[in-house]
């Protein structure tokens, strides 16, 4: 696949959760809303692996891992998400968000001693300017208030508990866990904050 397909879908998949959460706010508690959301995500995951012949049993070791995927990337980052989106728009969490990639330059490099080369964080640099500019009209007569404050805060929370997620992914895939498996069995771990 070329690369600015892939970047297509990035774009139109997070894009489209933004918008998919601001219809969720305020209906259901932001915990039910997650539930939702990955268990029916789960079972279609679930569903494909069957239909694809792929291996749906693991050890322990990998269920761990699994876990705290699904924790880490499909519940908490989410909670706080939904929570900060109570407090600032959902242009401030996606800046927020967007600051993920520098926390995952950071913790590759704790966690696994991956050195980020110049490109890469010249286009992290790059990307979350972006985002910024976009978003700018929504954010620049913003107030810091200590909602506002609180709000951002949850928000870049839920970033780095995201990041930390991206690591237990890193790790899986190290240990040759299958992504599409693991996702599954996160979704459905996550499911259940």
């Given amino acids: 696949m070329s690369n600015w397909f892939l970047y297509v879908v990035t774009v139109l998949v997070w894009g489209s959760t933004w918008i998919a959460i601001g219809f969720q706010l305020g209906t259901v508690a932001p915990e039910v809303s997650i539930f939702y959301r990955y268990l029916l995500a789960s079972v279609l995951l679930f569903s494909w692996c069957r239909y694809r012949g792929l291996k749906?049993?693991?050890?322990?070791?990998?269920?761990?891992?699994?876990?705290?995927?699904?924790?880490?990337?499909?519940?908490?980052?989410y909670i706080t998400a939904y929570y900060a989106l109570q407090y600032i728009s959902s242009a401030m969490t996606a800046i927020a968000f967007s600051?993920?990639?520098?926390?995952?330059?950071?913790?590759?490099?704790?966690?696994?001693?991956?050195?980020?080369?110049?490109?890469?964080?010249?286009?992290?640099?790059l990307g979350v300017a972006g985002i910024a500019v976009l978003f700018l009209p929504q954010v620049e007569h913003l107030s810091l208030t200590d909602v506002t404050l609180y709000g951002a805060g949850l928000a870049v929370l839920g970033a780095f508990l995201a990041s930390l997620g991206n690591m237990v992914s890193q790790a899986s895939q190290k240990d040759g866990l299958p992504i599409i498996q693991s996702n599954a069995w996160g979704m459905l771990y996550g499911a259940v904050p």
Wanted: net charge positive; charged share 10%.
């Fill in 99 to 125: 600051m993920m990639v520098w926390m995952n330059i950071v913790n590759a490099r704790i966690f696994f001693g991956t050195r980020a080369g110049w490109r890469v964080i010249a286009g992290s640099m």
């Fill in 56 to 77: 749906l049993q693991f050890g322990i070791r990998a269920h761990t891992n699994f876990l705290m995927l699904g924790v880490l990337l499909f519940s908490l980052n």
